[in-house]
């Protein structure tokens, strides 16, 4: 069965820093698109990054470009987003999940973890 | 980027009934290469993670019951639920994954009338 837990949401002021973590089961990692996404209390849902297998290739919306940086460990089956100077409008919840073979939309998400930016 | 929009922002639908959301692409999602809609369905419910329901504008995910169905091609998609259930209750989300970054609408909100 395919498992992403998400972990290291926090309260963090703005301008802070802060790493998310997404441990990957189930499924073979290595060979998986990953991406990340994010709600905002209240509001939609928004595709915030992705990564090729192999991390090659990564892709950002411009929102969050130059802040957020996404990355992946394979022998560790984890997925990060590491993000810099947080802004009160990053407060969201934060879900990995992959991408389906052969398609570029999301089958499998974590239950999401929540990032909080106040002061 | 492209822009999704879905209409209407809400529906309150009786059970049993029918339920049509419509999605509509600033552009085309339409691979010509390969003759696919590059467009999703996922269902959203309160303290839960999205669900995928439909992908490339008709294909339903696996274990989503035969309710749920996908049309529409280029500009134009529709999600429809042919029988509603209570369980259906949720905010549905349309995205394209043609071009970065891979965009929503801005949902649905589905209730029982």
């Known amino acids: 069965e395919v498992q992403l837990v998400e972990s290291g949401g926090d309260l963090v002021q703005p301008g802070g820093s802060l790493r998310l973590s997404c441990a990957a089961s189930?499924?073979?990692?290595?060979?998986?698109?990953m991406t990340w996404f994010r709600q905002a209390p209240g509001k939609g849902l928004e595709w915030l990054a992705n990564?090729?297998?192999?991390?090659?290739?990564?892709s950002y919306v411009d929102s969050v470009k130059g802040r957020f940086t996404i990355s992946r460990d394979n022998a560790k089956s984890s997925l990060y987003l590491q993000m810099n100077s947080l802004r009160v409008e990053d407060t969201a919840v934060y879900y990995c999940?992959?991408?389906?073979?052969?398609?570029?939309?999301?089958?499998?998400w974590g239950q999401g973890t929540l990032v909080t930016v106040s002061s | 980027d492209i822009v999704m929009t879905q209409s209407p922002a809400s529906l309150a639908v009786s059970l049993g009934e029918r339920a049509t959301i419509n999605c509509k692409s600033s552009q085309s999602v339409l691979f010509s290469s390969n003759n696919k809609n590059y467009l999703g369905w996922y269902q959203k419910k309160p303290g839960q993670p999205p669900k995928l329901l439909i992908y490339w504008a008709s294909t339903r995910e696996s274990g989503v019951p035969d309710r749920f169905s996908g049309s529409g091609s280029g500009t134009d998609f529709t999600l429809t639920i042919s029988s509603l259930q209570a369980e259906d209750v949720a905010v549905y989300y349309c995205?394209?994954?043609?071009?970065?970054?891979?965009?929503f609408g801005q949902g649905t909100r589905l209730e029982i009338k």
């Open positions: 990564i090729k297998q192999d991390g090659s290739e990564r």
């Open positions: 189930g499924f073979t990692f290595s060979t998986y698109w």
């Open positions: 995205q394209q994954y043609y071009g970065h970054p891979y965009t």
């Open positions: 999940a992959t991408e389906r073979p052969g398609s570029s939309c999301s089958d499998h």
